[in-house]
Structure formats: structure tokens, C-alpha cells
């Protein structure tokens, strides 16, 4: 009896000895996570701040925009997560006329920024040309702002969530023409606008990969929570904004700029023509820009309704959307790299190559093609872009870079929404839809080149 008594204690006694060496080694191994978490986001943290102080960027100060890009990316990608899974990119169906309706009614919704900070937005931060570093600072605090109010509107269902919302994006596209014109102030010698541009650019892709898995894991909790990340994020950004050199409120030589306009110029006041390179490179990103637009809206109804060689409509469009960023990824990094790039040269090239591309998927319609049709268009989009910002950077008097870059920006959010029209509209042929932009592509492009200024200066 005594010995069968003490049997279950002995169980019971080795049971919780057992219990607590797992207990012992979980608490080890999660602790050795922990720190091995730690090392890795400290040797990261300190890689990027090597990498956007090389080259004389800390010198110059560019690093400092650099960093407070990377925060602003960050907050852009929680935002953007938090309301896609709220307000926006919600469409019943899988490829009906209710869901194509819908999608017509974002792209519509999506120009409304554009619409406010080109005519409104972009001369006002031309007089205040001389406080930039307030500017952009002033426009972090109040995207920080409207994400707290935001946060608290959804969770509430207020319907002060789509002001709140609309404030957001316009804000965010402020912010994008401020620091653009920012971006010149700070160049350190030897370094171009194009790489320069590539490297604040590159920031930013590392700001969304690092914010959107911790945006991720606060979706399932609710889009709210997504938004207070983004509020911390903007809180930073707003420190490291008025933190930026002081080289960046200099307005030493600056003037108006006006374009062909009649009447008396006011005192001084700078009468020109838009600068022939600036006009061309405008043009030409009006072609990747259209095709870029015409493929996510397309291909997005298309795969869904007519899967190819029966593959899963989710995979395809993943292979598309994938393709679509790793080809802008590869513009970016091409461009924070690649000692010289000849803007003209760029965009001419990237619309020979987005026509060449979008032919060849029209004949040749299948899986690797539409695969490198999305390659192309993202690694083009990317290139021309670049391209056209240091245009606008070189050939623009500096006091009215902001007005430029909104207006620039508008006129490519047009073509992207022409694009996305385009590709609702059409019929869901796949060679039909391709050969009716491959011929888009190859009459705008021709037309463009035919334009191209007799000499190459930019």
C-alpha cells in the first residue's frame, strides 16, 4: 500500500520536474529570441543609417531626409492597410458590373487629392518656400492628427471618417511635392538628383517592409489600432522634419516663375516657356503611367473570369501584382545606384520598351509574358519617374518646385486613371485589351518622340 501510494507522487513530482526544465527552456529560448530579434534590428538600424549617411549625405543632410522619409513610408503603408481593410478596396463580386462600378468610383476618388493640392496646395507652399523644414513638418502633424481622429471615427462609425480620410491622402501628397523640392537642397557633391531621388526612394521601401508586418498584426485587432501605429510613426516624422538643416528654408536667389502668361510680369518675376526637357520627360511618363493603370484594373477582372491554363486566380494575380513591385523595386535600386542616368534617354527608352512588351503579351498571351509585361511596367514607371523629378529639380527655379511637382503629379494620376478606366471598360479579351494599349502605347509614344527637344540637355 505504501509503495503503491507513493507512486503517483513520485508521477506527479516528476511530471512538474518536467513541467519546469520545458518551463526553464521555453523562457531560454524565447529570451535567446529576444535578443537574437534585438541584435539583428540593432545591426539593421545601424546598416541604414550607414547607408543613407554614404557619400556625403550626412555631411549635406540629405541622411535626415532620408530618415524621416523612411518613418513617413511607414506611416503611408499602416494607413493604407488600415483602410483597405475599412473605407476603401472593399468590391462585392469577383468580376461583375457592380464590382467594375465600384472600382470606376475609387479611380475617380482617387484624383480628388490630386485636385485639391495642385491648384491650392502647391502655390501656397511656393511662398513659404523659406520654411520648408516647417512645411513638411506641419504636414506630418497634421497627418499624425487626422490618423488619431480617424482612428476614433471608425471605431465609432462616425461619419467623420471620410473627411478624416480624405484629409490623410491630401496631406500625403503634399508632403510628396514639399519634399521633392526639398531634395535639391541637400544634395551632396557628386551625387545626382536621379540617385539621389533613387536613394530617398529605397528608404522608403525599407520604411513599408519594416511597418507593414507590425500594421499587419494590428488589422486583426481592428483598422483603428493600425491608424495609432501610423500616428506614432507621423509623431516622429514631424521631429525629424523640423530637425532637418537649416540649408533647407534657403529661398538665396529664388524668384516666381510663370508660364507664358500675358500681361505685365510682377517684380521679380522670371517670364519663360516650360523648359523643353521638363515638358518631354512630363509627356513620356504619361505612357508607363497609362499602362500601369490599365494592367492592375484589367488583369484584376480578367484573371479572375478567365484564369490561364486553369492556374488559381489568386496565384495569377499575385504573379502580376509581385511582378508589377519587383520591377519598381529594381527602378529604385537602379537608380540609388547607377552613377549616371540621362532622364531623356530614360523615358524615351521606357516607352519603346513598355510598347515592345505589351505587343509581345498580345501575341504571345501566357504566364511568363503577362509576368514580364508587369516586370516591365513597374521597373519603367520607377525610371521615368525618377527621371522626371530631377528634370523638374534642374530646369526649375526652386520657389515654384513645389507647384511643378503637383502639377506633375496630377498629370500622372490622370494617366493612371485613363489607365484604369481603360482597362474596366474594355471587354475581357486578354489579346483584344493588350493590342488596344499595345496601340495606345505605340501612337502616344510616336507622337512624343516626334517632340523630343533638338538638343539633349537634361
Known sequence: MTEDAGKPDSGAAKAAQAAGTAARGTARGVAATARGVGRFSRFTFRQARRAASAQGAEASGLSRLIEMHAFNTAGDAAVAISLAGSLFFQVPGSGGSSSRESVALFLGLTMLPFAIVAPLLGPFLDRVAHGRR??????????AFLCWVLAGALAKESPAMFPAALGVLVASKAYGVTKAAAVPRLLPEGVTLVKANGRVAMAGIVG??????????????????VLRWAFLLFVVATVLAIRLPASVDSNVGEGTLAFRREGKPATGTLRMPMPATVAYALRANCAPKFLYGFLLMFFAFLLQAHPLHDWSPTLLIAIVAGAAGTGNFLGVAAASVVRNIRPAMTVSAVMVLDTAVALLAALFYSVPLVALLGLVTGLGASLAKFSLDSSIQAHIPPSVQTSAFARSDTTLQLAWVIGGFVGIALPLNARLGLFVTAAVLGAWTFYVLMSRPGRRTA
Open 134 to 143: 516647417w512645411a513638411i513638418g506641419a504636414v506630418m502633424a497634421v497627418r
Open 208 to 225: 513599408v517592409c519594416a511597418s507593414a508586418p507590425i500594421a499587419g498584426l494590428a488589422s486583426m485587432v481592428g483598422p483603428q489600432w
